[in-house]
C-alpha cells in the first residue's frame, strides 16, 4: 500500500518545519509527502526546499494562491497529485510520532475511513517547541505527567495506545468530530465524493462535510483514538466570519437536500479534467 501523507498550511513554516521534522522520523516512512499551501509566502517555500533535501521520501509543493480561507481546495489539488492509494491528511501545526503512518497503515481498512485523535498544545509549550527548547515527540511518560499537571497540554488519554478490535467500529455512522487534521480514507472514495466541497470558503465544517458525504456514500467511520494521535501546536483561532455560512451548507448535507458527490471539487484537478 502506497500512502500519501498531505499537510495543509498557510503562513506558518516554523510550525510546518516542526511537522515535517516529525515525518522524517516515521518508523515506516510514507511513500510521498504533500504540502498543500493555501497561498503562503517565501517562507514557506524555503522551508518546504529545505526539507526536500532531508526527507527519506519525495515532497511535493502543491500551491495556489492566497485568496482567504480555501483549504477545501488546497486539499483537491493536493490528493489530485498525490500517487497513493491512501490519503493521510494532516494540518501544518500538528506533529506526529514516530509510530503515525506505520499505524495508519495498520487502521486501514476497504470501506472505512479513519477518524484520529489530538492533544493540545498550551502556548508556552508550543513556544518551547517552535524554538527548539522541547521536543515533545520524544518525550518519555513521565515528562507528559509532569506537562499535565502544569497544563501545558488537555489531555493524556490520547497518548496510550490499544490495540484494534470491533469497539473501533461502534461510531461507524457518526460523523461528529470527525477533522481532517487526523484523518486517513483511501484515494478511491475520496474521488468517489469528489473530494472536499470548495463552496465551504472560510473556516468551519469542511470536514464534517466530507465525513457525512463519504458515510453516505457507504464509507463507514473507524476509530483511530488511542493509536495515532497528533500533537497540535497552539494558534490563535482562525477568524470565523463565514462559519454561519459553511454550518448552513453542513445542514443541508445532513438534511439530504446535497448530493453525496461534492459540486465543485477534486475532478477538476485530475488529469483527465
Known sequence: MNLSVIVTTYNRPDALACVLMS???QNLPPSEILVADDGSGAATAACVRDWQQRLPCPLHHVWQPDDGFRAAMARNRAAAQASGDYLVFI???????PDFTERHRALAETGWFVAGNRLL???ELTRSTLHGEADPVSWPAWRWLVARGQGRVNRLAPLLRLP???WRKHRAGQWRGVRTCNLGLWRRDLLSVNGFDESFAGWGHEDADLAVRLIRS???RKD?????PVLHLWHQENPRALEGENY???MATLNGERDTRSPQGIDQYLPHA
Open 23 to 25: 515525518l522524517a522520523g
Open 91 to 97: 494540518d501544518g501545526d500538528c506533529m506526529v510520532f
Open 121 to 123: 498544545l498550551d502556548a
Open 164 to 166: 484494534g478490535g470491533s
Open 218 to 220: 457507504g464509507v463507514k
Open 224 to 228: 483511530g483514538q488511542f493509536s495515532v
Open 248 to 250: 448552513a451548507r453542513l
